[in-house]
């Protein structure tokens, strides 16, 4: 038979931007549109293919086969990011056992697979093979069945309403039940924003957790430092809210880079020029971390002080210039994000500007 999903249009109310920073409590609050949303509906193929149609006639039909996802090249070292790069990831796995095998998938981990392999070419199935190969990887021999399933969609693309995480989900939802795994929703949202991943981009969980987490009346409030999410009562007696789409965003490769800079610069960066105070202005690093400590139990006064504290950080700083000062943290950024280092090393990157943000 047909099953049918919907995933709605994140709107963002506040956090836009933190959900990939690292070295602070941040928060986000975002509620899912009742007018907008994505419909997939979908059904087991009974062999390994996955079929996609969109009642949009730009986006074109396509197929593939589970199992056909180009592995990283044997003997490749791999460079384990920051820490903070992968709280839902499970433990490190050795390299590739057998090129090209779901064999050879599932003996490294996730952010080693997707940061060994080329960006893909831009493509609407991109976004389903990334759920797909996911859930290949956590599920291994388990996820054997393809799906037939055609997408329509009131989210305008292109809008920044997360047309593109609301197909990484349905995607996800779809694999895991045509393949009979059980998954809880907030777990379904972790999983998402690590597949969205294999598109080339190092976002964080906002999109995914507010599109399966949302009900009708209510906002999901997101907490980063505990990875922790709750719905809490929109105001919606008192006020209306309106969306509208001013113009496309562009997803071309020049965005995505502008997109990957501020992750690499608040996860990795960032943290490593604090860190970087232990030694060379201990007193700066101890008035940090009291209060970092401090905003985390919630102190109304604390981010007065962090913010003088940050404004101690560069401006700028090039990827050369981190190399040469930190290349423990180079290392890590040039193994998460390989096409902002080949493209960008010598671009100035905001540092000052986007911790204040």
């Known amino acids: 038979g047909v099953s049918v999903l919907r995933a709605p249009a994140r709107i963002n109310i506040l956090g836009e931007h933190v959900d990939y920073v690292s070295y602070l ?3 986000s609050l975002a509620f899912g549109s009742h007018e907008h949303a994505m419909t997939m509906l979908f059904r ?3 062999d390994d293919k996955v079929r996609g149609a969109s009642m949009n006639e730009r986006f074109e039909s396509f197929e593939f086969s ?9 003997g490749t070292q791999s460079l384990r990011p920051a820490d903070s790069l992968d709280k839902t990831s499970s433990e490190r796995k050795e390299p590739f ?9 599932r003996t490294q981990g996730w952010e080693e697979f997707v940061f060994n ?5 831009p493509h609407w199935s991109n976004y389903v093979k990334g759920s797909v190969s996911f859930a290949q990887w956590k599920f291994g021999e388990i996820v054997k069945n393809g799906f037939d399933f055609l997408i329509d969609s009131t989210i305008p693309a292109n809008s920044g309403a997360s047309s593109s995480s609301a197909l990484v989900v349905l995607a996800g939802a779809a694999i895991r039940q045509t393949n009979q795994v059980s998954f809880e929703l907030s777990e379904l949202a972790q999983d998402s924003s690590q597949a969205e ?20 009346h209510q906002a999901v409030h ?3 430092a505990d990875n922790r999410a709750e719905t809490v009562p929109l105001q919606s007696e008192r006020f209306r809210w309106v969306t509208f789409f001013t113009h496309a965003a562009d997803k071309g490769r020049e965005v995505m880079l502008e997109y990957n800079e501020r992750a690499a610069v608040s996860r990795l960066i960032i943290p490593a020029l604090i860190q970087g105070w232990e030694t060379q202005a201990p007193h700066s690093f101890i008035d940090w971390r009291y209060g970092e400590a401090l905003l985390r139990d919630g102190a109304a006064k604390t981010p007065d002080t962090l913010r003088a504290l940050l404004n101690q950080l560069p401006e700028s700083m090039s990827l050369d210039e981190l190399s040469h000062f930190h290349p423990r943290s180079f290392q890590h950024c040039e193994a998460a994000f390989p096409a902002l280092v080949a493209e960008r090393r010598n671009h100035p990157l905001k540092i000052r500007a986007r911790a204040l943000h």
């Open 222 to 224: 997101l907490t980063y």
């Open 66 to 74: 589970l199992g056909k996802i180009e592995p990283p090249r044997l």
């Open 25 to 27: 409590p941040t928060t």
């Open 97 to 105: 056992a057998k090129s090209g095998s779901l064999e050879g998938l």
């Open 44 to 46: 087991p193929t009974g």
């Open 197 to 216: 991943w294999f598109l080339g981009t190092r976002g964080g969980s906002l999109d995914q957790t507010a599109i399966c987490l949302a009900k009708r």
């Open 117 to 121: 392999r080329p960006v893909p070419t």
